[in-house]
């Protein structure tokens, strides 16, 4: 099974800041990676997928970069809604794995 | 608008079964891949199981694997997960959710529902 390991596991930053996590896969995955916020109580929300494509509806302040073992979410400009967990998850493969998650907190 | 809400949660005791349903609206439904996909309590989200459209592929996760078994009525738009011999640790918040299978996303999810195994 491909493990998705994503860093860091939570982080502090400020409105205004940009912010990258990285997840990072134990084999190529080639581009079929997607990540989602979520926020406390609610389902989550799909903001990139296939690696670098943008959801519709998505603020274009959240980007996603990466192929293969290697990928990112960055996010240009905080807002204060963006505080939230992320999480990545890959399609290369049964189980569609996903990363254990990043916290996003406010600093 | 595309709406799924899953029901058939509750508490049930380690060694019971339970069936949980997603109910489809919005769309085709008979067009898409669904999952299962569940979160325990303070933890991260973990990926269960997959049915495809017409039902002819079906996956599971290891840790579920010979106890829970997917499933779809796409006459009913309905989505199920029958869970038997449950044990604590499938205590959890189950999400059902829609799958794009040719752009690889998972597009749509529905509110969740809990399932708590405590004797």
């Known amino acids: 099974a491909i493990q998705l390991t994503q860093s860091p596991s939570s982080l502090s930053a400020s409105v205004g800041d940009r912010v990258t996590i990285t997840c990072r896969a134990s084999?190529?995955?080639?581009?079929?990676l997607a990540w989602y916020q979520q926020k406390p109580g609610k389902a989550p929300k799909l903001l990139i997928y296939?690696?670098?494509s943008l959801e519709s509806g998505v603020p274009s302040r959240f980007s996603g970069s990466g192929s293969g073992t290697d990928f990112t979410l960055t996010i240009s400009s905080l807002q204060p809604e963006d505080f939230a967990t992320y999480y990545c998850q890959q399609f290369n493969s049964y189980p569609h794995s996903f990363g254990q998650g990043t916290k996003l907190e406010i600093k | 608008e595309v709406q799924l809400v899953e029901s058939g949660g509750g508490l049930v005791k380690p060694g019971g079964s339970l069936r949980l349903s997603c109910a489809a609206s919005?769309?085709?439904?008979?067009?898409?891949?669904m999952n299962w996909v569940r979160q325990a309590p303070g933890k991260g989200l973990e990926w269960v199981s997959s049915i495809s459209s017409s039902s002819s592929y079906i996956y599971y996760a290891d840790s579920v694997k010979g106890r829970f078994t997917i499933s779809r009525d796409n006459a009913k738009n309905s989505l199920y997960l029958q869970m038997n011999s449950l044990r604590a640790e499938d205590t959890a918040v189950y999400y059902c959710?829609?799958?794009?299978?040719?752009?690889?996303?998972?597009?749509?999810w529905g509110q969740g529902t809990l399932v708590t195994v405590s004797s």
């Open positions: 296939d690696a670098s």
């Open positions: 959710a829609r799958f794009r299978f040719g752009e690889k996303r998972v597009d749509y």
């Open positions: 084999q190529d995955i080639s581009s079929t």
């Open positions: 919005g769309f085709t439904f008979s067009s898409y891949n």
